[in-house]
């Protein structure tokens, strides 16, 4: 499953955040438009349009921390593809939390823009380090401030000097809590603000991104809870794209929903989560436009 489903900022995190462990098992379906994607056709005949692809994905998503002592921690935690293995300090000046990053499951195309033959795949290796800090300004409220840096690697790329996609990728966010209520049941709200920078060895493959995220999550009655996240992002290329003859530029918006049951049928230390998702990005070129939507349901269980 790819990782720019967009669930992945908040769905993974609940518990995370929690520090409970927990193992999540699922399926679900995919719909996408992606001409990047070794999930598109083999084989195009032009870089003027995008085709629709359908199909059923499994999904796994773990937490798993152990205490070294009271205010400190080891993780091993997936979300999405990414796996990351860090440690977590509370101290009285906040949150300290900082690891290593990998992705296993990445593919690309070892030429997207290839026309009337056959596109072949390549694997895709993605490792780095990622340092946040936690803290809060008033009691209702609780941030985090992150810098997740990777190295981008492609077992084999053909394209031509100036779109070569092997990059170092930095990505800075802020992340914002503010905790609420409405006739008696807690009401997060929830806002991230992010900048990744994409410097790729070919300056028409590098970009600059900034995406902001507004949600909120709902508690009711105990049982059950919502969140909902909508975003909006704007990307530019740094150089002209010969194969499109022009310098790309997008923007992206998604809405994102998660609902989820706890202790359904009264089964202790469970929940039923239920995901959908819709994300689209309308470039000033046809061959960049992307669209997916999905729909996901997995079962939990915490311990």
Known sequence: MKKKLLFSLMVCSLYAN????????????????????????????SLNKTTSETKT?????????????????????????????GSQINTNYGLFDFGLTTNLYEEAWENPYLTNEKREKTKVKKNG???????SLFPAHEFLISHKFRQIDYDKDTLSKELKREAKEHTISIDNNFASNIKGLPLNYLTNISYKIYDAEGKASSYKKTTLAVGAHLEIYKRFDLTLLSTFSKKEYEEHN?????????????????FRWNEPFNYRNTYLSIKNGFIKEKANANFFDKENSFALISIGYKF
């Open 18 to 45: 929690e520090q409970t462990n927990y193992i999540e098992l699922g399926f679900g379906q995919i719909k996408e438009k992606d001409n990047f994607s070794v999930e598109s056709e083999k084989s195009i005949s």
């Open 57 to 85: 994905i499994p999904y796994l998503g773990f937490f798993l921390t152990y205490n070294l002592t009271e205010n400190s921690s080891i993780y091993l935690n997936s979300e999405v593809g990414d796996f990351n293995l």
């Open 129 to 135: 380090v990622y340092f946040t800090y936690g803290n």
């Open 242 to 258: 010969r194969f499109v003859n022009k310098k790309v530029n997008s923007e992206i918006y998604g809405l994102i929903s998660t």
